[in-house]
């Protein structure tokens, strides 16, 4: 990806969308990775980068109500969108109660895939459908840490504070 | 805990910053005026380097231009030994070899540069396999490459081998490892701010290493390099001694350039470059009498070290003080060695050694108890260690630990004898499907070998800061394993406060003393134990300042609400209270290097662990669906983190079994990805059952063993000897790939193979 962006050194664009409630415009290369994008140029470190190819899901975002690897997206995509990252998450319900339910159940070790798993979980939380296997929905994110249980765990505790496995049966 | 405590665990004290997004990981850093750096490496696995040319047509002045030439101190990553280069110097032993720095505002144009610099080689045949590192043409260390020889002999075991009625004499390989941490290698050099000296943050383990092998590097004193370590995204040893080189060259860069630099690896890089866990081959010679009883063990074992010595010694040395497991033979010879090849140097990982000697032994077992017409688990029963029986080293075993307890409760959680017997009627009517229960038995040593706490002398510190507040320093790391919270809750425990009032100095070396390296399971026992004599130690202090002619108080009686009290009192008076620790080797500790005899390790971990796998006789696809492991590690100071630490641990070893692969090509890894080198996800593994018995051990906290490597060492035997019964195939190497068993089922199947 990275050596892709370097042969396309294209005219830089003005890119406009909104993260975290907060529109934003930014001139960059429309190649550029989001990712780049949130990290560098909007100071959001939250998502992090373990792969550079959309494999580990480390740098995790909600675009228009989707979970996708930011590594993977180029800036240009973002134009007009609505993007989530982790810095948001403490002000929704969803978002709360995963991280707290982190906290307590021993869903975060190292940390560094917890950003954008807690994002991906908080996703699934929100949009799992009555039955769906939390492994299932959750395979897109990469621990090396925990062995994966304790962050079932956490999700599990978190789905249950919230209540929504029973509003969604 | 010991004392029957009910209070479920605090939650980890670093994981608001981790879950909130706010943790400063070292790519999350910026500073002012600072440079990104790049690293040129060898293309070849081993040769002379003939010529470096510079494209002039790209504009070469906005770069910071780093070579061997420019370093001021010596060219040696100093570590054990002195034979690995900072960057090549005329000479390279394997691809991917650091041989220029470049360092600039724009890291585009670091991608632009490092495709305007061509080197060029006169090429040597490298040697590609440690079985052929002996021949003449291959000689690049001492006089036939190798690396470390250890002999551990215990009788006489030709004459254990008189006394046998079967002999079994098979041989076991493993690959290389990557411990594929999330976050990549990374860190940033800046001068330091008053002009004197280098200043490196970055992703580590170990502060001190980098200490000494970047004062090294640079030609300066201890004093002029400050090292401090982020929030570091998972280690697993890959962390111990690499980070020393990438700091190094931050550091050179930094000198060059004057200004902060931020080397940071791509996956690519890291995985291409990075040490590995080093493959192994292990023959394991065994003599059994017709009743079950081991009379010899005759080992030999080979580990490829790769192109430098970096742990080499010492990873070879857990390896051969694993090897003859947790069974009482009266004769054994184990004789170790580790030798060069021309592959990027293997290092650090999780269980360093123990994994690889283990795996050999433990299949065997399997094979024998076969031969024997005994069970996995009866056969071992009749051969554990037990109390006052001899270790190969001649150790004598002191902890009061009942293997076959330990292994009968994993079975019975499996189902035991009903599931087996479940397990072989659903295997007669399925045309496809094979299952069955595999089980391993082992130890593993907590903390450095032998006299290697006393050589560290690891010491610690515990001060009164000017809120009345206990702050614990020492050198080890977070990283993920729960070092910040475990060294809370034992200073807690020793001052009858709450673990919320205890504060973890972040590791920086211009504050913590040395309390040694993150590794090799010792930070809650070893460093635990004297963060707790530290704590107790400041109690004395404080109670001697609180203390005069009229009246004495006891450091006893400053527990809880006193200590605070009498906190507050040192605050009021302005009084600096530091409380010291320094490790002190337990007197039953008799160690001798020379010979490899004496007791190896001050105390072990023991653990049985069993599982139930599945096995598409079409695909050879191999589904582990059971897992259970069980272990005594002493006292367990949080259960959370101890059981995290052991499904994760688990579940590596379950990578490490059937689908971590380096792939090489001359000498160079080529699976570079997260996508071509596969670790588990979530849907790869079963939920892992984690038991703990708690035997206490009486020179760690609270009872508390090392825990951290133990679980890398039961998943890939238990998971090998389940597959060897569910296909009547004897597996003798991981990863155990789907081709791997074809293979083995095709030449065990009547002609036509298992297809025709």
Redesign the interface.
């Known amino acids: 990806m990275r050596r892709l962006l370097s042969e396309a050194r294209v005219a830089e664009a003005t890119i406009r969308f909104r993260v975290n409630g907060r529109d934003v415009a930014v001139t960059a290369p429309p190649f550029r990775r989001l990712l780049d994008v949130l990290r560098e140029d909007l100071g959001l470190t939250g998502s992090k980068e373990g792969c550079g190819e959309g494999e580990c899901g480390s740098c995790s975002v909600v675009i228009n109500g989707e979970l996708v690897n930011s590594c993977i997206v180029p800036v240009i995509q973002s134009e007009g969108a609505e993007i989530t990252t982790v810095e948001a998450l403490a002000e929704t319900p969803i978002g709360a109660a995963v991280q707290k339910a982190f906290m307590e159940h021993g869903g975060a070790q190292c940390g560094i895939c917890t950003p954008g798993m807690i994002v991906a979980a908080a996703w699934v939380a929100e949009h799992r459908a009555y039955g769906s296997d939390l492994r299932d929905m959750l395979a897109g994110n990469l621990c090396r840490c925990t062995g994966y249980d304790l962050i079932i765990a956490s999700v599990d505790a978190a789905i249950a504070s919230l209540d929504i496995g029973k509003s969604r049966e | 805990m010991n004392d029957g405590e009910l209070t479920p665990p605090i939650?980890?004290l670093?994981?608001?910053?981790?879950?909130?997004?706010?943790?400063?990981?070292v790519?999350?850093i910026q500073m002012p005026g600072m440079l990104h750096g790049a690293t040129i490496r060898s293309t070849i696995a081993r040769g002379r380097i003939t010529g470096i040319t510079f494209d002039p047509a790209l504009d070469w002045s906005g770069f910071t231009i780093v070579t061997a030439a420019d370093i001021p101190g010596k060219n040696e990553v100093l570590l054990l030994t002195k034979d690995q280069p900072f960057l090549a110097d005329g000479y390279v032993r394997h691809h991917s070899e650091p041989i220029l720095l470049l360092a600039h505002e724009d890291r585009?144009m670091l991608?632009?540069a490092a495709m305007a610099i061509t080197i060029s080689y006169a090429e040597e045949p490298p040697c590609l396999d440690v079985r052929q590192a002996l021949r003449p043409e291959f000689r690049q260390h001492g006089d036939d490459n190798t690396f470390h020889a250890i002999d551990i002999i215990k009788g006489d075991v030709d004459a254990g081998f008189e006394s046998a009625d079967l002999i079994l004499d098979e041989t076991y390989e493993t690959g290389a490892q990557e411990?594929?941490?999330?976050?990549?290698q990374g860190m940033i050099a800046r001068p330091a701010p008053d002009g004197g000296g280098v200043e490196i943050f970055g992703s580590l383990q170990c502060p001190y290493y980098v200490v000494k092998a970047v004062t090294h590097l640079l030609g300066i004193p201890a004093g002029e390099l400050r090292v401090v370590q982020t929030?570091?995204?998972?280690?697993?040893g890959g962390k111990e001694e690499y980070p020393s080189i990438v700091a190094g060259h931050a550091a050179l860069l930094a000198l060059k350039s004057r200004r902060p630099v931020k080397l940071v690896y791509?996956?690519?890089e890291d995985i291409l470059a990075t040490t590995k866990r080093h493959p192994s081959i292990t023959r394991v010679k065994a003599g059994v009498t017709l009743d079950g009883k081991l009379t010899a063990l005759e080992i030999d074992l080979l580990l490829d070290g790769g192109a430098y010595v970096t742990l080499t010694p010492v990873v070879l040395s857990r390896a051969s003080l694993h090897a003859s497991g947790p069974y009482a033979v009266p004769d054994i010879t184990i004789r170790a060695r580790a030798r060069l090849t021309n592959t990027p140097p293997h290092g650090a990982f999780r269980g360093f050694g123990a994994p690889q000697s283990i795996f050999a032994l433990e299949r065997h077992m399997d094979r024998l108890a076969v031969r024997l017409g005994l069970s996995p688990l009866e056969f071992r029963r009749r051969n554990y260690l037990k109390v006052g029986a001899t270790m190969a080293t001649g150790q004598i075993v002191r902890d009061d630990i009942d293997m076959h307890t330990l292994a009968t409760t994993v079975y019975d959680r499996l189902g035991g004898a009903e599931r087996e017997a479940e397990l072989a009627a659903a295997n007669a009517l399925s045309p496809s499907k094979r299952s069955a229960l595999g089980f391993a038995a082992f130890y593993h040593g907590a903390g450095f070998t032998g006299s290697g706490e006393e050589r560290l002398a690891s010491q610690v510190a515990a001060r009164l800061t000017d809120e009345g507040a206990v702050e614990i320093l020492s050198s080890n790391t977070e990283?993920?394993?729960?070092t910040i919270t475990i060294f809370s809750i034992i200073a807690a425990k020793a001052l009858g406060l709450d673990p919320s009032e205890i504060r973890v100095a972040p590791p920086d070396t211009a504050r913590v003393p040395d309390s040694g390296p993150t590794v090799a399971s010792r930070t809650a026992m070893v460093v635990g134990y004297l963060v707790q004599q530290a704590a107790l130690d400041l109690a004395a202090k404080l109670a001697g300042k609180l203390s005069d002619e009229l009246r004495t108080v006891s450091a006893e009686s400053l527990r809880g609400e006193a200590f605070r009290r009498a906190a507050g009192q040192a605050v009021e008076h302005g009084w600096k209270v530091l409380g010291r620790s320094r490790y002190e080797k337990p007197a039953f500790v008799q160690w001798d290097e020379t010979t490899y005899r004496g007791d190896a390790y001050a105390t072990y971990a023991w653990a049985v662990y069993g599982c139930e796998v599945e096995v598409d006789t079409r695909t050879f696809e191999v589904n582990v669906t059971r897992f259970v492991a069980n272990q005594d590690v002493g006292g367990v100071l949080h259960a959370?983190?101890a059981?995290?630490q052991?499904?994760?641990?688990?579940?590596?070893g379950l990578g490490w079994a059937l689908c971590e692969q380096v792939i090489y090509k001359d000498g160079a890894v080529r699976n570079t990805?997260?996508?071509t080198y596969v670790?588990p996800?979530?849907?790869d593994?079963p939920?892992?059952e984690v038991l703990f018995a708690e035997t206490p051990y009486e020179f760690g906290p609270m009872g508390a063993k090392g825990i951290g490597e133990l679980p890398m060492d039961g998943p890939a035997p238990a998971v090998l000897n389940a597959i060897a019964k569910a296909l009547g195939v004897e597996p003798e190497q991981v990863p155990c790939r789907p081709e791997y068993l074809m293979m083995l089922a095709d030449a065990a199947a009547p002609v036509g193979g298992t297809r025709g």
């Open positions: 939650p980890r670093d994981g608001h910053d981790k879950v909130t997004g706010r943790a400063q990981y790519d999350d585009e991608r632009r411990q594929a941490y999330i976050e990549p929030t570091t995204g998972g280690g697993f791509d996956r690519h990283i993920g394993q729960g959370t983190l059981v995290g052991i499904q994760g641990g688990v579940v590596q990805a997260l996508s670790i996800t979530f849907v593994v939920p892992i």
